[in-house]
């Protein structure tokens, strides 16, 4: 079956993923057409464990939504992962390239923080 390979940095307490402590970058085997959900699943994180996820610099998801688990990866794709702890200024939000998925996600909603459920 063929693969890809994708460079995977982890911030903050996702470190722990790949064997570091504040940040890590690791190169991950994955199927061909393998998604971000398989990323996740491989490396054995709980989507509320991440925060936002950049796939070659443009942003994918955000705190408390799931939408980039069906983002399709590519061969030497990059992906940053931060941690919920590690948030993204908020002067830097307007105008920031996003993928479509999550353009439309964050039209439907609007812009927020967080995206959690509150208890």
């Known amino acids: 079956m063929p693969s890809i390979w994708v460079d995977v940095a982890l911030y903050g307490e ?3 993923y790949a064997g570091g ?3 890590a970058q690791s190169k991950i085997e ?3 057409e393998a998604c971000v959900g398989d990323l ?3 490396l054995g994180m709980a989507a509320p464990e991440k ?3 950049f796939i070659n610099a443009v942003l994918a998801d955000m705190p ?3 939408v980039a688990r069906a983002e399709v990866l590519h061969d030497g794709d990059h992906v940053g ?3 919920i702890s590690h948030m993204w200024p908020y002067q830097y939000r307007d105008g920031i390239r996003m993928t479509d998925r999550l353009t439309a996600e964050v039209a439907q909603r609007g812009a927020h923080h967080s ?3 509150k208890p």
């Open 14 to 16: 996702l470190a722990k």
């Open 21 to 23: 402590v504040h940040v």
């Open 30 to 32: 994955l199927p061909a």
């Open 40 to 42: 996740l699943d491989k």
């Open 51 to 53: 925060g936002f996820i």
């Open 64 to 66: 408390g939504l799931d």
């Open 81 to 83: 992962i931060f941690s």
């Open 115 to 117: 995206y959690a459920t």
